[in-house]
């Protein structure tokens, strides 16, 4: 993998494969994932809310983005500046995050439903949505050489420990950190049924064995035994 001047992981630039680090809501760090659409464009998952011109001129190279997609009712803070930025872009989103939206943003707009963004993805590109979701919690895999790129959305995370110390308590307790964990923290907020829910991960892992895993929060995990390490992680969870 690469990381361009500006932040951009790319881990497969054929396959449109990249990451960015984003800042949200004062200290708060997340990752988006793209991948390559059918007809050639970009989809993205969880737009930066913040992102610099510079690295927005880096990734245009890369392919024009027709797809903007929140993987939870959480992760909307940059679709309206991202319709902005490609007016020709359809957004998308599961049926529970596009509720928690409507209500929580004014300017994200009309979000259309996954079956929608079905047929633009190639056969080698994912997007689905975790059973038993409260808040339409969606993962996504793309193939690429070697392997495939996996984005775990808020399922698994890869963090150090917080410094605040109440939050830092939290994380340990729930054992959402330090390293490549299930986000148990999260887990209890987003889905209604743990084992349902992680247990379509683990079997969607074993037919897709990931390479390269980017967590929405946390470092970019990349290992010979990711697909493993990550089936014992879910297991273990479960």
């Not at 004062?26 to 390559?36: K, L, M, P, W």
């Amino acid at each position: 993998m690469q990381t361009s001047a500006n932040g951009w992981t790319i881990i497969d630039a054929e396959a449109g494969v990249l990451s960015l680090t984003y800042g949200f809501s004062g200290e708060g760090q997340a990752n988006c994932f793209t991948a390559r659409l059918a007809d050639g464009k970009l989809m993205i998952i969880s737009p930066p809310s913040r992102i610099s011109g510079a690295a927005l001129d880096e990734l245009r190279p890369h392919g024009d983005v027709g797809a903007i997609v929140a993987n939870n009712g959480y992760h909307h803070l940059g679709i309206s500046a991202w319709r902005e930025r490609f007016p020709e872009a359809r957004c998308f989103a599961a049926e529970g995050a596009a509720k928690r939206i409507a209500k929580n943003s004014k300017d994200a707009g009309k979000l259309e439903p996954l079956s929608a963004l079905q047929p633009l993805l190639s056969s080698d590109v994912a997007v689905i949505e975790a059973p038993s979701s409260k808040a339409g919690e969606t993962w996504a895999w793309a193939k690429i050489n070697g392997g495939y790129a996996w984005y775990a959305s808020d399922i698994l995370a890869n963090m150090e420990l917080p410094k605040s110390f109440v939050v830092r308590t939290l994380f340990k307790l729930s054992k959402s950190a330090p390293g490549y964990r299930v986000f148990n923290l999260a887990v209890k907020l987003i889905l209604k049924d743990k084992k349902a829910s992680l247990g379509a991960m683990l079997s969607d892992i074993q037919g897709h064995p990931p390479t390269v895993m980017v967590p929405a929060h946390g470092g970019i995990v990349e290992s010979p035994t990711l697909a493993a390490d990550t089936e014992k992680l879910l297991r273990d969870a479960m």
